[in-house]
């Protein structure tokens, strides 16, 4: 069974740029999350998708940060513009359903400089 | 909100000692509880997890952890590390946040195993 895969692995970009992330989850699962794993830190819940909808976004910064997921299968995260403090991985999780277990994908490494 | 602690951010030991490792969480009502494992390089993987019935639940990797509902504890056990246990650990509790269940981790504890 493939696992979530996510693109890129890693970007550098200068502050006040913007990045996007892309990731597949495993194929079936309905329900989506990125989180974000400043270092030194657990992973923190940006957003949940189920299907192509937002289930909780509370914790996502919506004056730059915005995710989709159009189709209700992969899914796209943005920041714009970028700041330093958003250096960080950017992880992709998939799962059944909201208590199941979540899988996830290898992150995406986001250096701001 | 609930939040979960781990008191140990670094452990460092050899070959064959036994290791716990804390966590501690908040919420007081019904939780799902894991522990997932990041190996250099890799991507998180769960360890293992309880839902309910035994409170000791035993993982990959002769791995095991105790879930002490009264402590809010969920502590993770090995009665013997490897070299190869090196990695980070992180506890995580999926507990209902308004309309949807959402998990939270701790910090994560950073275990070195000398060979």
């Known amino acids: 069974e493939a696992g979530v895969a996510q693109s890129p692995r890693y970007k550098i970009i200068e502050k006040r740029q913007s990045v996007a992330f892309w990731c597949n989850p495993i194929?079936?699962?309905?329900?989506l999350y990125w989180y974000q794993q400043i270092l030194g830190q657990g992973p923190k819940l940006l957003i949940q998708?189920?299907?192509?909808?937002?289930?909780?976004d509370s914790q996502l910064p919506k004056d730059r940060f915005s995710a989709e997921r159009l189709k209700g299968v992969d899914s796209t995260l943005k920041i714009q513009p970028a700041k330093l403090e958003d250096s960080a991985v950017y992880l992709c999780?998939?799962?059944?359903?909201?208590?199941?277990?979540?899988?996830f994908g290898p992150g995406t490494r986001l250096l701001v400089l | 909100a609930q939040s979960v602690s781990q008191h140990n951010h670094h452990v460092i030991l050899s070959e064959a000692a036994s290791l716990e490792l804390g966590c501690n969480y908040s919420?007081?009502?019904?939780?799902?509880l894991f522990w997932y494992v990041q190996y250099p390089g890799q991507h998180l993987q769960l360890l293992l997890k309880?839902?309910?019935?035994?409170?000791l639940v035993k993982g990959i990797k002769g791995f095991e952890a105790e879930f002490i509902k009264s402590k809010f504890s969920f502590n993770l056990r090995k009665p013997s590390v490897q070299w190869s246990d090196t990695a980070e650990y992180f506890c995580a509790v999926n507990a209902p946040r308004g309309s949807a269940r959402q998990l939270t981790f701790g910090s994560g504890t950073q275990l070195t195993v000398l060979p």
């Open positions: 309880y839902f309910s019935g035994d409170p």
């Open positions: 194929s079936g699962h309905a329900t």
């Open positions: 999780a998939s799962t059944w359903g909201g208590m199941q277990t979540q899988y």
């Open positions: 919420y007081g009502g019904t939780v799902n």
């Open positions: 998708f189920q299907n192509n909808g937002v289930v909780d």
